[in-house]
């Protein structure tokens, strides 16, 4: 599991919350939109992929 992800999710929310700021004017609007996008990118770079093993699955794109 890469550790990279994490920053990037970080990064990639914190734009989110400027446009949605830039979109609505509203800060609380924008925090929650950030917070809701880096849930989404946790979720999905690191919990599916720990639940998608524990089943015995290979991770995507691992099929060795």
């Known amino acids: 599991m890469s550790v990279a992800a ?15 700021y830039k979109i609505s004017e509203d800060i609380q609007i924008a925090i929650w939109a950030g917070l809701a996008f880096f849930a989404v990118l946790v979720l999905a770079w690191y919990i599916y992929p720990l639940l998608h093993r524990e089943h015995g699955n290979t991770p995507l794109g691992n099929d060795k």
Not at 6 to 20: N, R, T
Request: cysteine-free; charged content about 5%.
């Open 6 to 20: 994490l920053p990037l999710a970080f990064g990639i929310a914190a734009d989110i919350l400027v446009v949605f």
